[in-house]
């Protein structure tokens, strides 16, 4: 990788987004070694102070760990989101004692595409939300939801800091009761690759959440993109005799 001198971004900010893309291709054990400071001096034709303030901004966001006289290793600790459990992306990361913060990007009222539209029931606008996920300073993912369009009268300092699922259960006057969630994969797009800085056309996992109200009304369409490096989707299930 060539460092972009005469961009604006500080050169250690861009050598820790190169390691961080690495680290998500699996280019290192989960557990293993990460090369020296003097191999990453040499590799990105840098200072030392650049190669530790890299380190150190990927220490931050939990994803290495410096070990004194035994060099830099990969944590390992990874995120999980419970597909059988109806809770919050934003309060899965908090419950696993994590750092997590939210910050609105986009508050407004928007006509949903038709298909999306038709799953809700909506044909006019749903107040749509755009938040990033952080962990730290660190962006883990980028949330984007479909809701009521009652819900646009609160105030957007909730939109803010408190979960979709805590924004329904508190504003709309109906209780949930289940998730419909699928699961795939694509590429970041330039803006996506901006927010969770990452290198563009990285792989990203993708997760669609449909939730229903008791009374089989949908509550909210979602779609998180994440970064897949750290993340892991689990399933609880019982066998059913036949």
């Known amino acids: 990788m060539q460092l972009a001198r005469e961009n604006a971004t500080p050169l250690y900010r861009q050598i820790a987004t190169q390691l961080r893309q690495e680290i998500?291709?699996?280019?290192?054990?989960?557990?293993?070694k990460l090369p020296s400071e003097a191999e990453l001096r040499?590799?990105?034709?840098?200072?030392?102070?650049?190669?530790?303030?890299?380190?150190?901004?990927?220490?931050?966001?939990?994803l290495i760990e410096q070990r004194k006289g035994k060099g830099t290793y990969l944590i390992g600790r990874e995120v999980r989101y419970e597909l059988d459990t109806l809770r919050s992306f934003h309060?899965?990361?908090?419950?696993?004692?994590f750092d997590a913060r939210m910050s609105l990007l986009t508050f407004a009222l928007r006509t949903p595409p038709r298909p999306i539209g038709n799953m809700l029931g909506h044909d006019n606008a749903c107040l749509f939300l755009e938040r990033l996920h952080l962990i730290g300073e660190e962006p883990i993912a980028v949330g984007?939801?479909?809701?009521?369009?009652?819900?646009?009268?609160?105030?957007?300092?909730?939109?803010?800091?408190?979960?979709?699922?805590?924004?329904l259960n508190r504003f709309s006057g109906h209780s949930l009761d289940r998730v419909h969630v699928t699961l795939g994969a694509q590429t970041a797009d330039t803006r996506l690759a901006h927010l969770l800085?990452?290198?563009?056309?990285?792989?990203?996992?993708?997760?669609?959440?449909?939730?229903?109200?008791?009374?089989?009304?949908?509550?909210?369409?979602?779609?998180f993109f994440i970064r897949p490096e750290r993340y892991r989707f689990t399933l609880n299930s019982h066998f059913v005799s036949e």
């Open 91 to 97: 309060e899965s990361l908090r419950l696993q004692g």
């Open 197 to 223: 800085q990452i290198a563009e056309n990285s792989a990203l996992l993708r997760m669609e959440r449909i939730s229903y109200f008791m009374n089989n009304q949908p509550a909210e369409y979602s779609t």
């Open 144 to 167: 984007c939801s479909f809701l009521p369009a009652k819900l646009a009268n609160i105030p957007r300092v909730e939109a803010d800091i408190v979960p979709t699922y805590a924004l």
């Open 24 to 32: 998500a291709e699996g280019r290192f054990e989960r557990t293993g």
């Open 42 to 62: 040499e590799r990105f034709s840098v200072s030392r102070v650049t190669v530790r303030l890299a380190l150190n901004t990927l220490a931050e966001s939990g």
